[in-house]
T-cell receptor, first 117, second 108 residues
Framework: DSGVTQTPKHLITATGQRVTLRCSPR?????VYWYQQSLDQGLQFLIQ???????AKGNILERFSAQQFPDLHSELNLSSLELGDSALYFC????????????????FGPGTRLTVL | AQRVTQPEKLLSVFKGAPVELKCNYS??????LFWYVQYSRQRLQLLLR??SRESIKGFTADLNKGETSFHLKKPFAQEEDSAMYYC??????????FGQGTELSVKP
């Protein structure tokens, strides 16, 4: 157990809908990352938050947004869902984030499996 | 460009045989590299970090800057090693850039 938790484990929804995925980082970690794992694209970085502020953006669609709250948990919002959004969404956390601290390592949560029908 | 390449999609070996999972990277600067393992599409578990030069579950990996490689090795494969293995490079801002993964299948 990495200490990173994600809810829900599974989500089945229809095209056009909106869902929210939740992540709680390890105790003491300030940085949260979101990744998408799909069969065709592999593991792709979406977005990173550090202590409530957006720090970096990757291949994140405009229909997707995220935020990190004062208690450091993070939510990833996916709207106007399409079939191609079906994937595993992972959250990871680390103490600091960035490359400033070479020992800063990302630990992953169990993921949320999203199925869009 | 920052990139990680794992040339083998699938590697199949017999129990007790040596294993080498290949990883090549492209990065200007000093790379930070990791190996993660994923069993049955569950959570990604950290296996190795190149900076710590540790050995986990008998796996080792050496950073070769000349060949821009970070291959994962184990002298004697076990059936429980069967999983997906991902090589990752810490990119700009700390995000991880993953290779496409190699599925290791260890046959009895």
């Amino acid at each position: 157990d990495s200490g990173v938790t994600q809810t829900p484990k599974h989500l089945i929804t229809a095209t056009g809908q909106r869902v929210t995925l939740r992540c709680s980082p390890r105790s003491g970690d300030l940085s949260v990352y979101w990744y998408q794992q799909s069969l065709d694209q592999g593991l792709q970085f979406l977005i990173q938050y550090y202590n409530g502020e957006e720090r970096a953006k990757g291949n994140i669609l405009e229909r997707f947004s995220a935020q990190q709250f004062p208690d450091l948990h993070s939510e990833l919002n996916l709207s106007s869902l399409e079939l191609g959004d079906s994937a595993l969404y992972f959250c990871a956390s680390s103490v600091v984030g960035g490359r400033a601290l070479s020992t800063d390592t990302q630990y992953f949560g169990p993921g949320t499996r999203l199925t869009v029908l | 460009a920052q990139r990680v390449t794992q040339p083998e999609k699938l590697l199949s070996v017999f129990k007790g045989a040596p294993v080498e999972l290949k990883c090549n990277y492209s990065y200007s600067g000093s790379p930070e590299l990791f190996w993660y393992v994923q069993y049955s599409r569950q959570r990604l578990q950290l296996l190795l970090r190149h900076i710590s030069r540790e050995s986990i579950k008998g796996f080792t990996a050496d950073l070769n800057k000349g060949e821009t490689s970070f291959h994962l090795k184990k002298p004697f494969a076990q059936e429980e090693d069967s999983a997906m293995y991902y090589c990752a490079l810490k990119g700009q801002g700390g995000k991880l850039i993953f290779g496409q993964g190699t599925e290791l299948s260890v046959k009895p």
